[in-house]
């Protein structure tokens, strides 16, 4: 975890840090609808418009299905484009979010995570994310309000680097960060700007000298060689985001890295999670480790590309594994789980695993929960077949 | 001066680039849509604008753009079925704030276009269009109405006149094909108040071009309702997509209109109509229906229908004579 | 030749306008556009209805003139002699040509 200067940071939500972030990147258009909980993000930025903060034009849209849309138009014309959603509004808008990485187009889009729909629930798991997860887009997760804001600013470097052109989802957990309050050093908006510098446009459709075609009908001919590209594309935003993540930490002495290990040196069991919750993770780790116990956590930063050759790097070897997820695949294993266990397929060691789904619909995590989890696995309690849940009534 | 054929003809001569849409597309032959298409372009290139073409999923679009090929000379975008006037608006907005960033130059006069079938327009892509509207996005939305799901093989839309056959709403033992009337479109987008909104037909290229005109110089969204044969699946030779628009303006199946700001006008007033059953008979669209022993009754009460619907247009345009809502 | 992955644009970007030209239509068709010259006004009807700009004119004089077809394109729908004013356009079975 980045230390936070308390005397340079503000206390906000992390609605608020990432509508900074949005105003310091200052995009030529946003688009984007209220929903529960991202509507603080659009309901600030609406304001930094209408206050002329920022030169942006907004479209207030009808529909997240549009927010994309107007997004993926807007982008195509070479302009800085964003938007920003939660759970529905992103269900709402897949099939234009696959359209929007297939056409290439480099959008940054904060996704305030919450639980889908049904039954409706307005609170923080990553299902919503977790659907689009084979979109082409790169997905990172923030454990704090510092996070969400870094990875906006950083997200765009990556998004317009000329090898990938992919467009880049940052998720918050919903409330928790959204509307929690914590302390955020923002960058000066120079230092924002400079990083970030001026567009790269790529086949801008208002060039009318070079006049193209944006979205033809691509059928077997093609489509394979498009979509191989995209494969392509995440492989090189692999390579691109530690090159992203230096010059940042250079401009903020915050460091990025696909996964963050923490207290793992000599950890012989790991906690493998994403978001927020890493922090409670941590808390625990710090509990147990008092007591002699050798634990440890790895936190996913970046869950699309997946890294697999961190994951095999840290996770190698150890006794023990334990994935959290918040979500469920019903009929398969949890997402991140999945992914995890996959990657360990190739190492030396393979360590026991274990599944644990949590926090669906908001309900919370406690330490003891992950607690609990830990002795599983220290008593070599895993089933690597096993899915379990934290915080369920059984 | 106003656009003329000698004139377009002069500028454009035998130079489809200069237009937007070239040779080599692969709709039907006979197909209204590239007619469609031709015409507004000539008028907004002709008139010095730059145009800029977004479509919904469609035969226009599948026939035009079949990768690696794209039968465009101006910059296109299609993004899918029912977004393309939310893709629109995104484009129209992002040249406004290019140009605020000075990205663009101030002085480049744009004409954005949305060139979208009924199926995009009535049914799945009106959320989207009303949502352009309301927002006074500067585009052009140009409805080709071709009467049903024709890229797909025809299927009923909310744009299928009552009667057609359709393979969704077939004409059967039972069920006389398509029972409900065809969604009035011109009115839903006229609601949206601020708007220019009109129909046109091909078989009246002045109408159609000075419709196309008043577009570009409304300083707001404007929608244009092109009536747009389909020979495939209306039945009806190749080469008759402009004389069945001819007898569907004749025979008050489609007048030609304009709403301004609320404010109506009829544009042609036929001094003589033709009976709706001329319209009907020449298309085997309606055959099944009126092979029919009920036939005569319902294209009698399908006849009272467009009867009324031409009082009506009247009685607005007298009523809204110089009373514009902005 | 179909290209590979590696040569052609992303993100399905078509960056040749017109390109469609290379397909040509005119093998499509049935019949064909025959003009009878002595009967033509050249009202610009045959050229303004074309769906596929295979109306060839020539505008160098005072007012254009129709000179013919391009039958790489035409696809031979009829649209034209349809709105012929004069009858100047007749159609004829493509196999009656079959030897040019």
């Known amino acids: 975890m980045n230390n936070i200067d308390l005397k340079k940071a503000r ?15 200052e995009p030529h258009v946003v688009a984007a609808y209220p929903i529960t909980p991202q509507t603080p993000i659009v309901e600030y930025f609406a304001k930094f418009v209408s206050d002329g903060v920022v030169r942006t034009e ?51 889009m904060p996704v305030v995570n919450r639980a889908l729909s049904g039954p409706i629930n307005i609170h923080c798991d990553h299902s919503d994310a977790m659907a689009e997860r084979d979109s082409g887009w790169v997905q990172f997760y923030a454990e704090s309000n510092q996070e969400a804001y870094d990875l906006t600013i950083l997200s765009l470097k990556l998004a317009e680097d000329e090898s990938v052109r992919l467009p880049v989802m940052v998720s918050l957990d919903g409330f928790i960060l959204s509307h929690g309050v914590e302390p955020v050093e923002f960058l000066p908006d120079e230092v924002v700007k400079e990083f970030i510098g001026e567009p790269k446009m790529i086949y801008p459709l208002l060039d009318t000298e070079h006049p193209v075609t944006y979205g033809p009908l691509d059928l077997y001919d093609y489509y394979f ?56 993770i941590k808390y625990v780790v710090d509990w147990m480790r008092e007591e002699g116990f050798k634990v440890g956590a790895l936190k996913v930063w970046m869950f699309r590309p997946f890294p697999k050759a961190q994951i095999q790097k840290y996770l190698n070897g150890r006794k023990g594994v334990v994935v959290l997820d918040r979500s469920a695949s019903f009929g398969a294993e949890a997402p991140l789980y999945e992914a995890v266990k996959s990657a360990l397929y190739n190492v030396a060691i393979r360590p026991q695993m274990g599944s644990y789904v949590y926090g669906l619909g908001g309900r919370d995590i406690l330490p003891e929960h992950i607690r609990k989890a830990f002795e599983d696995a220290l008593s070599g309690n895993l089933i690597a077949d096993e899915q379990r849940y934290l915080g369920l009534r059984e | 001066m106003p656009v003329n054929l000698f004139g377009l003809a002069k500028t454009f001569e035998n130079r489809a680039e200069d237009i937007g849409l070239v040779q080599g597309h692969r709709l039907c032959p006979g197909c209204a849509a590239p007619i469609v298409v031709k015409f507004s372009l000539m008028v907004a290139r002709k008139l010095g604008y730059e145009p800029v073409v977004g479509l919904a999923t469609g035969c226009l679009e599948v026939s035009t753009t079949i990768y690696p090929y794209t039968a465009w000379t101006v910059p296109y975008i ?23 960033f000075g990205v663009l130059p101030k002085d480049k006069k744009y004409a954005f276009f949305v060139f979208a079938g009924d199926g995009g327009t009535y049914d799945i892509g009106l959320q989207s269009l009303s949502g352009m509207i309301e927002r006074g996005h500067k585009v052009i939305y140009i409805l080709y109405d071709n009467e049903g799901y024709m890229n797909t093989g025809n299927q009923r839309s909310g744009s299928t006149p009552t009667g057609s056959n359709t393979t969704t709403a077939p004409v059967g033992k039972v069920i006389p094909g398509k029972v409900q009337l065809k969604k009035n479109i011109v009115e839903i987008v006229a609601g949206h108040e601020y708007v220019y909104a009109a129909t046109v037909s091909i078989s009246d290229p002045n109408d159609f071009f000075s419709k196309i005109e008043k577009s570009l110089n409304f300083d707001g969204p404007s929608f244009i309702a092109a009536f747009s044969p389909c020979v495939r699946f209306w039945r009806i030779p190749d080469g008759a997509a402009n004389s069945i628009s001819k007898l569907a303006v004749e025979t008050k199946y489609w007048p030609l ?54 009082e009506r247009l009247l009685t607005l345009e007298e009523a809204t004579k110089g009373k514009p809502i902005r | 030749m179909l290209k590979s992955w590696k040569e052609i644009p992303i993100g399905g970007v078509v960056d040749e306008p017109g390109k469609s030209r290379e397909y040509k239509t005119g093998t499509w068709r049935v019949l064909r556009p025959v003009l009878h010259l002595d009967k033509c006004v050249h009202c610009m009807f045959c050229w303004l209805y074309c769906p596929d700009m295979a109306i060839v004119i020539d505008s160098s004089g005072q007012k254009p003139k129709m000179i013919g077809f391009n039958y790489n394109y035409c696809k031979g729908c009829g649209l034209c002699a349809d709105v012929c004013p004069t009858n100047a356009i007749e159609m004829r079975p493509e196999t009656e040509f079959a030897e040019e």
Do not use: C
């Open chain 1, 58 to 108: 907004m479209i207030p849209v009808e529909s997240e299905h549009s927010a994309m849309s107007a997004v993926v138009g807007a982008a195509a014309t070479g302009a800085r484009a964003m938007t920003a959603t939660s759970a529905n509004g992103l269900a709402l808008m897949h099939e234009v979010v696959y359209i929007a990485a297939s056409s290439r187009l480099p959008i940054v």
């Open chain 1, 11 to 25: 206390a906000v939500t992390g609605a608020e840090a990432v509508a900074n972030a949005m105003r310091q990147i």
């Open chain 1, 225 to 280: 060689e498009h979509k191989r590209q995209q494969v392509e594309a995440m492989e090189n935003a692999k390579k691109v985001f530690p090159k992203v993540a230096e010059e940042f930490y250079k401009v903020s002495g915050r460091k990025y890295d696909f996964v963050e290990p923490y207290k793992l040196d000599d950890a012989e069991y790991v906690m493998v999670a994403l978001g927020s919750t890493n922090s409670t």
């Open chain 2, 78 to 100: 299609h993004n899918a079925f029912e977004n393309s006037a939310a893709t629109m608006s995104g484009v129209e907005t992002a040249a406004r704030a290019l140009k605020k």
């Open chain 2, 257 to 310: 209109y304009e709403v301004e700001n609320g404010v109506y006008r009829v544009t042609r007033k036929p001094r003589q109509f033709k009976p709706l059953i001329e319209f009907l008979k020449p298309q085997g669209r309606f055959k099944p229906l009126l092979s029919r022993p009920d036939a005569d009754e319902i294209v009698q009460r399908l006849q009272e229908y467009v009867d009324r619907r031409w």
